[in-house]
Structures are given as structure tokens and as C-alpha cells.
């Protein structure tokens, strides 16, 4: 295995039209993460997976985005209508288990709306 | 609210000197603290990270330590080294209650030949 892989890298979309995005994680990890990167801002937490099961989604999230992990392996992270204020660092991690052990990181799926 | 604050945009540090890194929190619920690691392109890798139960630990050239009290982590790299220039993110989370991770805006480090 050779760490998280996210797909695609780079996309470019009109305003309005709809982006999904793929992360697979570590294979044994169970954890899994969906951040936000903007130009001078650290990585914002987005939704994260236990598993199959999302945990939590920010509060700050549009209902314009949607996330998916539907076997515990994979995830996808779909944005409906978007806007220019969309573009961005999309990165997804993942862990083993938490309460000691660190999330990696995959190299991000850079969006930009036009 | 910024839960995770590095209020340091960017340190510039001379070769084989030490770099310190500092960070401050406010959530007292937080009790495992990280530190990553960005190249330009590239998603954060991690460096190095604390639980709450200690306040020191230590890796190679990388150690950081917490002070609870003051809510306060602080990484330190001896000697540093040209390729230790990139934007460190401290990060921390609550552990088995909450353990999203949360993100400071990042501090970037310049390593003068």
C-alpha cells in the first residue's frame, strides 16, 4: 500500500455544475477525513468516517456537500452547484485508530471554479 | 472561534541554529497535540505528536513540548537544516471524546544558508 490516494489532482469546473471528488484511504485504516485548504489557511475540517459511518460534519459545510463512505473503504466527496468560493485544497486522510496514533494524508485534489 | 492558534505567519531561521515553532490553543478538552509538515503541492505530513500526559517528546531533531497550563506547544528543530523550509501546521484533538483533528493556519519556516 502506498498511502492515501486521492483522485483526481487537479480539477477545473464551470460555476453551477457538480464535482465529485475520491479518496482511498490506507487499507487497514478505519478512519477517514475530509478537509478544506484554502491560500494561507491551515487544513479546516470538513466530515470524517469511523469506518462506513460519518461521525460528524462541520457545521460551517454547505448543504451543497455530501460525503459518502458506503463499504468502510473508499470515500467520495460531492459538491453540488458549485461556486467560486469552492476552489480549493480538498485533502483526505486517514488513520488506524485514534487516541495515539497519527492521520496520514493523501496529496489533495486541488478544485478551481470559474 | 480559532481553536488552535499559531500566531506567527512566518520565521526565518539561519542553518544549523535551532527553529521554535510555537502554538497556543483553547479548547481544554484537547489532549493529543500534532505537528505536520507541508511542502507546496504536496498534503501535510506528520512530524511528530504529544498526549496530554506528557510534556516533552522527543524525535531525532524534532521535539516539542506542551505546557497545559498556559495552553501552549512549541516545536523545536536542532540543527536546522535547508530542507526543514516548508509550513508547519500544529494540530490538536480531543482524543476518544472528539477526535476530529483541528488545524492551526500554519507557520512558514525559511532556513538562511
Known amino acids: 500500500d502506498t498511502g492515501v490516494s486521492q483522485d483526481p489532482r487537479h480539477k477545473i469546473t464551470k460555476r453551477g455544475q457538480n464535482v465529485t471528488f475520491r479518496c482511498d484511504p490506507i487499507?487497514?485504516?478505519?478512519?477517514l477525513y475530509w478537509y478544506r485548504q484554502t491560500l494561507g489557511q491551515g487544513p479546516e475540517f470538513l466530515t470524517y468516517?469511523?469506518?462506513?459511518?460519518?461521525?460528524?460534519k462541520s457545521r460551517l459545510l454547505s448543504d451543497r456537500f455530501s460525503a459518502e463512505r458506503p463499504k468502510g473503504s473508499f470515500s467520495t466527496l460531492e459538491i453540488q452547484r458549485t461556486e467560486q468560493g469552492d476552489s480549493a485544497m480538498y485533502l483526505c486522510a486517514s488513520s488506524l485508530v485514534w487516541g495515539g496514533t497519527e492521520a496520514f494524508f493523501g496529496q489533495g485534489t486541488r478544485l478551481t471554479v470559474v | 472561534d480559532q481553536q488552535v492558534k499559531q500566531n506567527s505567519p512566518s520565521l526565518s531561521v539561519q542553518e544549523g541554529r535551532i527553529s521554535i515553532l510555537n502554538c497556543d490553543y483553547t479548547?481544554?478538552?484537547?489532549?493529543?497535540f500534532l505537528w505536520y509538515k507541508k511542502y507546496p503541492a504536496e498534503g501535510p505530513t506528520f512530524l511528530i505528536s504529544i498526549s496530554s500526559i506528557k510534556d516533552k517528546n522527543e524525535d531525532g531533531r524534532f521535539t516539542v513540548f506542551l505546557n497545559k497550563s498556559a495552553k501552549h506547544l512549541s516545536l523545536h528543530i536542532v540543527p536546522s537544516q535547508p530542507g526543514d523550509s516548508a509550513v508547519y501546521f500544529c494540530a490538536a484533538s480531543g482524543g476518544n471524546r472528539d477526535d476530529k483533528i483541528i488545524f492551526g493556519k500554519g507557520t512558514r519556516l525559511h532556513i538562511l544558508p
Open positions: 479548547n481544554s478538552m484537547f489532549d493529543y
Open positions: 468516517f469511523q469506518n462506513e459511518a460519518q461521525l460528524e
Open positions: 487499507s487497514e485504516h478505519n478512519r
